[in-house]
Nanobody, 119 residues
Framework: QVQLVESGGGVVQAGGSLRLSCTASGRSTVGMYMGWFRQAPGKEREKVATISFSGSNVYYADSVKGRFTISRDNAKNAVYLQMNSLKPDDTAVYYC????????????WGQGTQVTVSS
């Protein structure tokens, strides 16, 4: 089992920045994709950004391209999401997730961290 714990959420004004962190424990994340998802009230969960174990394969949702950057530190079993130029539409609960490369779906999820962007 992999346990994921997010941190770094909070309240920020539009145009501001936040950095989310997620640390995995229980077992190594070797060979695992890690990613960030978000869910706003009344909306479906959205895949925000994902990154392969090597970092060579990165995905961003169109809505965050050019503003968010995903990175990981495999020595620390951690993944990060740097969020710049935040907009009120970015307000959501952000979840860290992980899956093995051979899997299609994300099997491990964190408890989520709230990000609120005020206008």
């Amino acid at each position: 089992q992999v346990q994921l714990v997010e941190s770094g959420g909070g309240v920020v004004q539009a145009g501001g920045s936040l950095r989310l962190s997620c640390t995995a424990s229980g077992r190594s994340t070797v060979g695992m994709y890690m990613g960030w998802f978000r869910q706003a009230p009344g909306k479906e969960r959205e895949k925000v950004a994902t990154i392969s174990f090597s970092g060579s394969n990165v995905y961003y949702a169109d809505s965050v391209k050019g503003r968010f950057t995903i990175s990981r530190d495999n020595a620390k079993n951690a993944v990060y999401l740097q969020m710049n130029s935040l907009k009120p539409d970015d307000t959501a609960v952000y979840y860290c997730a992980a899956r093995y490369a051979i899997r299609q779906s994300y099997d491990y999820w964190g408890q989520g961290t709230q990000v609120t962007v005020s206008s």
